[in-house]
């Protein structure tokens, strides 16, 4: 059973957390050394923070999925709650993509990448959100023994619809241009819903269950970082890096 | 329409079987489609067809394949009705398995429909489509592979639902150009009835002015009285009754009605290659108006496909014609037709044919033509549909 059909029960919170959210950034920064990876380049720090709602967290849903006789079954004797809006009890929301939008330096493509992995399991996405480089391979899997469509709808890649009948039907697919905010859905299940979002850098994160992210070694100068979340929309903010310390970004989005 | 289009490798399975008995490439085809379900890491316990398409297509075409029976999808449009004979008969299997295997947009459908390319292999989309095909009940529904190119000239054995516009132009002598609307319309499994309107611009001879209006026009009725998938054949009769609607002074009509029983014969030749026959009589009911006349045409063609056998298809043919007036001392007029016909759209239910007309014999009496037409195969969809 995936974690987030248990966690997802915050009710009613007005709090955004800026403490909460340092604290979170000190533990990530002090967990990591960030400095020391790439040791021919000097100066490169770590972006991080947290990702909140303000206003009333309204309450998820819960998925009806009797349409689908093995979906019903795989959930049985739990609650799948809807997932356009992901956020825990102080508002901290998961699925946000952070990216820099602006000044981002011109990055190398890496010579090997590892792919990118959107399952389907017990009829839902895992992960909500994946972001991948332009050309990096996104493995697209069913887990599940029922027939999923994956329908991707870019606007500025290539649409596809692939179908996977089987438990273990995998395809590969990569996009050649930047693009935040590919819709992906199931038309069997339209309950499903996913994002995919594509760089020409490597300077983006997607928030955790506890709404922090981190984006590695972005090297100082001026930028301008966006938030994007599937049904929140976008948030936008300067951050000048500099070489000695790593920068420290919180957004907030209003709840709809 | 068209049709018989080659698919590359394993796909064309379902035609070389038409001709020829592929059994035993049948046979081992469960085993190879298991090898490939495993390196992909997929799980296909049953590989029947019927349970591949209980797998991938019945939550949406419903587990009877009308629709019916699936769950709540979440999409509104409409799926086929695959037990509905006229829909699921007509088109070769290419065609079905072009559309499971790149999805709905590569015949202009809709995006809703996946493609299964990564998820069956080219046999298991066979045994799927061999499922399917069960779902007609009747058989006197000829498949559509029997479909074949339409040609210039030679009268096909299928029965269509289509429009056609053919123009014609002399290329020597005394202008001639006439334009032709055909209109043919099937019912139930194997009939079709047809009109076609002639009208045109003709020098009735050099510089002597110019006469222009409706022609003859033909009304006409053909059945497929037998075919066999098995074989790769189809044999039709028909006629045709033409009525004395052009003016007979201006040269625009025969002003007689004439009577044109036929034969038609089909045959699928190594897949993607084709043979048409067709013979016919034109009997004129006032003979002092015209001679009867006998006339036998034949066609040869070979169809590609671009984009892996998906895409685009282009169909060389070549027609032989002959007639000759049932009097003593009548000789033979032979012609030869050259044409390469071509699909325009994505679905591939407009197509064009482009060739010329070339006597053979009495070529000082009779001049080369050249001949165009415009076909749209309207069961198919609407002419700007799936461009």
């Known amino acids: 059973m995936k974690p987030w059909i248990t966690r997802v029960r915050a009710v009613r919170t007005t709090v955004i957390a800026p403490v909460l959210a340092g604290a979170a950034l000190l533990v990530a920064a002090a967990a990591r050394a960030p400095h020391a990876r790439t040791g021919s380049i000097t100066g490169i720090v770590d972006v991080a923070g947290t990702v909140s709602m303000s206003g009333t967290v309204v309450a998820p849903t819960a998925i009806d999925m009797s349409g689908d006789a093995y979906c019903q079954r795989v959930n049985s004797g739990r609650q799948v709650l809807e997932r356009s809006v992901v956020a825990d009890g102080q508002g901290r929301l998961a699925d946000v993509v952070i990216y820099v939008k602006e000044g981002a330096p011109r990055a190398a493509a890496p010579s090997a990448q590892d792919s990118v992995l959107l399952d389907q399991q017990n009829c839902m996405y895992t992960p909500n959100a994946v972001a991948v480089r332009t050309n990096q391979a996104l493995v697209i899997r069913n887990s599940d023994e029922t027939l999923h469509n994956v329908h991707v709808k870019p606007s500025r890649n290539r649409e596809f619809n692939i179908g996977q009948p089987l438990r273990g039907t995998r395809s590969r697919r990569t996009f050649g241009t930047p693009e935040v905010g590919i819709a992906v859905v199931c038309d069997i299940h339209g309950w499903m819903h996913a994002s995919i979002a594509v760089f020409d850098h490597p300077w983006f994160a997607i928030t955790r269950e506890n709404g922090t992210f981190t984006i590695a070694d972005l090297p100082p100068g001026d930028y301008v970082l966006e938030a994007w979340h599937a049904t929140l929309g976008t948030r936008q903010q300067r951050v000048t890096v500099t070489a000695a310390a790593s920068a420290q970004v919180s957004f907030t989005f209003a709840a709809r | ?387």
């Not at chain 2, 989309?125 to 779902?135: A, C, E, H, K, V």
Request: with cysteine; net charge negative.
């Open chain 2, 1 to 387: 329409m068209k049709r018989m289009r080659r698919l590359s490798h394993g796909l064309v399975l379902g035609l070389l079987g038409a001709v020829l008995p592929a059994e035993g490439a049948r046979a081992q085809a469960p085993a190879r489609a298991q090898d490939s379900a495993s390196r992909a890491g997929a799980v296909a316990q049953d590989t029947s067809g019927r349970a591949l398409y209980g797998a991938g297509c019945a939550s949406c075409h419903g587990v009877d394949g009308a629709g019916g029976g699936r769950g709540g999808v979440a999409f509104t449009i409409p799926v086929p009705d695959f037990t509905d004979c006229s829909f699921s008969s007509r088109e070769p299997d290419a065609d079905w398995i072009a559309v499971v295997h790149e999805g709905g947009p590569v015949r202009g459908f809709d995006a809703t429909m996946p493609a299964f390319a990564e998820a069956f292999t080219p046999e298991q989309m066979q045994q799927i489509l061999d499922y399917i095909r069960t779902m007609c009940p009747d058989a006197s529904w000829p498949r559509g592979e029997l479909n074949l190119p339409r040609a210039l000239f030679t009268e096909k054995a299928y029965p269509e639902d289509e429009a056609v516009t053919t123009l014609s132009a002399a290329l020597e002598g005394p202008g001639r150009v006439v334009n032709e609307m055909l209109y043919e319309k099937r019912f139930g499994s194997r009939n079709q009835i047809e009109i076609a309107v002639p009208f045109g611009v003709a020098e009735l001879s050099a510089g002597a002015g110019w006469e222009a209006g409706l022609g003859d026009v033909a009304i006409g009725f053909k059945r497929a009285v037998w075919h066999s998938f098995r074989s790769g054949s189809i044999f039709a009769l028909g006629g045709e009754v033409v009525v004395p609607t052009g003016r007979e002074s201006a040269g625009l009509g025969s002003g007689t009605w004439v009577f044109e029983p036929y034969a038609s014969f089909g045959q699928i030749v190594a897949g993607s290659g084709f043979l048409q026959l067709q013979g016919a009589f034109e009997v004129p009911a006032d003979s002092d108006k015209g001679e009867k006349e006998a006339l036998w045409r034949g066609v040869v063609g070979w169809t590609f496909a671009q984009d892996r056998g998906f895409g685009r298809t282009w169909t060389p043919m070549v027609e032989l014609l002959g007639s000759r007036d049932l009097e003593e001392g009548a000789t033979v007029a032979w012609d030869l037709a050259p044409q390469i016909q071509i699909s325009l759209n994505t679905r591939q239910h407009v197509l064009v044919n482009l060739g010329v007309r070339l006597p053979l014999t009495d070529t000082d009496l009779r001049s080369s033509t050249f001949v165009f037409y415009l076909l749209w195969d309207w069961f198919d969809g609407g002419l700007f549909a799936g461009w």
